[in-house]
């Protein structure tokens, strides 16, 4: 091999690998802005809502605690990841109130009575379960970049990851025990990679062996409808989007179908 092709090639893997570490740092720059402003002062403030799902993650967890499963449906939204957040919280501050006996209460009011009478801060059960609230925003922001990854420059994801982590309403949502601001970064998150899959680059590629976007999608869709009901609307957002690939590349064969709708469609 000649010495200079040699040199070209070893060039090329160091800046290879300094735009990986680079890439990685930006990255943890982005996690550190997203986490930042929605983790400081936990415990000073409090909204009407989050009194009504701190009741409801009690009262999860203590049906929970009891075995008594069909105890656990709380509310029809359904609120399912909001009330482990909860929950999370109250293993993390006050784990006993699953086994202590108390029953279960007839409402919030009552929760926080009960809690001061046990000498427990009501507020700091509530800062825990937030804290788990940023916690998933923060994972679920991570993969809605490297999804976006898949579609679009590193300048540009990383500008407009940055922009979007310090957006003062999303700020707000994704920082207190409330459904909205969660089932948002989940919505975003299957959307981006349901795109990652359709239009990542990897098109010409079996389902099954291009499909971890598909998965990842799917998964975060399902999170997204355990969060709150209306993300539904991702179930013919997807049947739209698959429809919509399959007319840009106009072949309109059975096998197509099955293949380009059918299939990933079972899958999502």
Not at 118 to 141: T, Y
Not at 144 to 161: D, H, Q, V
């Amino acid at each position: 091999m000649p010495p200079a092709f040699s040199y070209n090639i070893a060039v090329k893997n160091t800046n290879q690998r300094n735009r990986i570490w680079l890439e990685i740092l930006v990255v943890l720059l982005l996690l550190a802005v997203f986490i930042a402003p929605r983790a400081s002062d936990l415990d000073r403030f409090l909204t009407i809502d989050e009194g009504l799902w701190m009741y409801h993650s009690s009262q999860f967890y203590y049906a929970i605690g009891q075995r008594e499963f069909e105890n656990t449906f709380q509310r029809f939204h359904p609120g399912v990841t909001m009330m482990w957040s909860g929950m999370l919280g109250f293993i993390a501050e006050y784990p006993e109130f699953r086994g202590i006996g108390q029953g279960y209460l007839d409402s919030g009011i009552k929760l926080g009575e009960f809690l001061l009478e046990q000498g427990e801060s009501p507020l700091d059960i509530l800062a825990a379960g937030r804290a788990f609230v940023v916690a998933q925003n923060a994972l679920v922001f991570l993969i809605a970049y490297w999804a976006a990854r898949k579609l679009l420059p590193f300048s540009i994801t990383a500008a407009a990851f940055a922009i979007l982590s310090l957006e003062p309403f999303f700020v707000s949502l994704t920082q207190i025990l409330q459904m909205d601001g969660l089932m948002a970064s989940y919505m975003f998150a299957s959307i981006l990679a349901l795109l990652a899959f359709l239009y990542g680059g990897d098109e010409g590629r079996p389902v099954w062996r291009r499909g971890a976007w598909l998965w990842v999608s799917g998964a975060l869709a399902g999170a997204a409808v355990l969060t709150k009901a209306p993300a539904v609307f991702l179930l013919p957002y997807t049947g739209l989007m698959l429809t919509i690939r399959l007319i840009e590349q106009r072949d309109f064969s059975f096998r197509a179908i099955l293949r380009q709708i059918v299939a990933p469609g079972l899958v999502w």
